[in-house]
């Protein structure tokens, strides 16, 4: 069956570390999506992509970069993690309106 | 950007009850989502809206897109404990693919 996955599911690194967030999907979708949930805020946009090599910032994307050089995957980076971007984060991907998300990843940054 | 307002953010009910939740915003959207999400897990897509006006049913739930385009309502009828959980909003935007969510409402079941 199709699915998307994320990995790691938990990570915690240190401040000012470098970390990359891993997301897989065998839809075969052109949209990725990437969010942050906290609590008080629901899911907000981080990053997305609407097809290879085509990135766009969202609404909470300063500190987040991605890259997208296949159809199925959508790599988020924090290139120099702080403790504000403790969360849990979630990719998705769609074929239209409706997005499907993978189970998360919780990072804490020390 | 475009906001969504969800209501309540939290409920706390009895098995069996009905449970109502709303969405409204400012702005039209073109498309309405009703997702829910467990504990540990990714949002999981319940019903899609795509006409104003439109009620759809999936199981005890019920969904419809206001005929203003500007909000959207989802019931939960006869409730059971497994409906706990956190249920999500969203509307498209009007160009793309992009979503917005509401900020959740949380729904606590007591046996």
């Known amino acids: 069956d199709a699915e998307i996955t994320q990995s790691p599911r938990h990570k915690i690194t240190e401040t000012g570390r470098q970390v990359t967030l891993a997301c897989h999907q065998t839809w075969n979708h052109n949209n990725m999506f990437w969010y942050r949930q906290d609590l008080g805020h629901g899911l907000r946009l981080i990053h997305y992509?609407?097809?290879?090599?085509?990135?766009n910032k969202g609404e909470v994307s300063d500190g987040y970069s991605v890259s997208r050089s296949n159809t199925e995957d959508l790599p988020l980076t924090l290139e120099s993690a702080a403790s504000s971007q403790t969360s849990v984060y979630f990719c998705?991907?769609?074929?239209?309106?409706?997005?499907?998300f993978g189970p998360g990843t919780r990072l804490t940054v020390l | 950007g475009q906001q969504l307002n969800q209501s309540p953010q939290s409920m706390f009910i009895q098995e069996g009850e009905d449970v109502s939740m709303n969405c409204t915003s400012s702005?039209?959207?073109?498309?309405w989502l009703w997702y829910k999400q467990d504990p540990g897990e990714g949002p999981v897509l319940l019903i899609a809206?795509?006409?104003?006006?439109e009620l759809t049913s999936n199981g005890r739930l019920t969904a419809q897109f206001g005929i203003t385009r500007k909000d959207s309502f989802l019931n939960i009828s006869a409730s059971i404990p497994s409906d706990v959980g956190i249920y999500f909003c969203?509307?498209?935007?009007?160009?793309?693919?992009?979503?917005?969510f509401g900020e959740g409402t949380q729904l606590t079941v007591n046996p």
């Open positions: 809206l795509y006409k104003a006006g």
């Open positions: 702005s039209i959207f073109n498309t």
């Open positions: 992509s609407y097809g290879v090599h085509d990135t």
């Open positions: 998705a991907s769609s074929e239209g309106d409706t997005q499907y």
């Open positions: 969203a509307g498209d935007w009007p160009s793309g693919s992009r979503l917005t």
